[in-house]
């Protein structure tokens, strides 16, 4: 009797093991990467079967640049990264799936973007901000032909 619960328990144990051997290399986590039009911040919304476990954002030169300039006072708009990652445990990329929305702002880096920004030293800011607007709402509205003419627009000024 004594032996076949050592048996049992072994074996459940053995099981557990594998299985947890299993789930920590099978990519569970899906990491989807958002950044937000106006001001560059990043965000990384980690989820698991749909159910999210983390949000975490990531400054980048353009967010803390802004922020320096602008304030911290308005509402991110966040554009969702064209391609979402799957992750195991230890957080290593092992899939991907890719989007065609939101190419359009992401084809512009957040460098560009401080770039293109700070380039209006000496004139109104507030008109290449209105241009970057005009760049993540065409992206937002999924409309190819005003996102491409607005990015050509901005990466003509960056040369
Ligand atoms: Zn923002």
Redesign the pocket.
């Known amino acids: 009797m004594k032996n076949n619960k050592f048996i049992i328990f072994g074996f459940l144990g053995f099981a557990v093991v594998l299985l947890g051997i299993q789930l920590s290399s099978h990519p569970l986590i899906e990491s989807r990467m958002y950044t937000?039009?106006?001001?560059?911040?990043h965000r990384d919304s980690r989820r698991i079967f749909s159910v999210v476990i983390s949000n975490s954002t990531i400054e980048t030169k353009c967010?803390s640049w802004?922020k320096s300039q602008y304030g911290n006072d308005?509402?991110?708009?966040w554009i969702l990264a064209p391609l979402i990652q799957y992750k195991n445990i230890n957080g290593d990329g092992k899939a991907s799936i890719t989007l065609s929305k939101g190419e359009s702002l992401w084809a512009l880096s957040s460098d560009e973007q401080l770039q293109y920004l700070k380039n209006s030293i000496g004139q109104d800011r507030s008109i290449r901000l209105e241009i970057i607007k005009k760049l993540y709402k065409a992206t937002l509205q999924d409309d190819k032909e005003a996102a491409t003419s607005t990015l050509i627009e901005i990466k003509q000024t960056l040369k």
């Open positions: 937000c039009g106006e001001c560059r911040l967010s802004y308005h509402k991110h708009v």
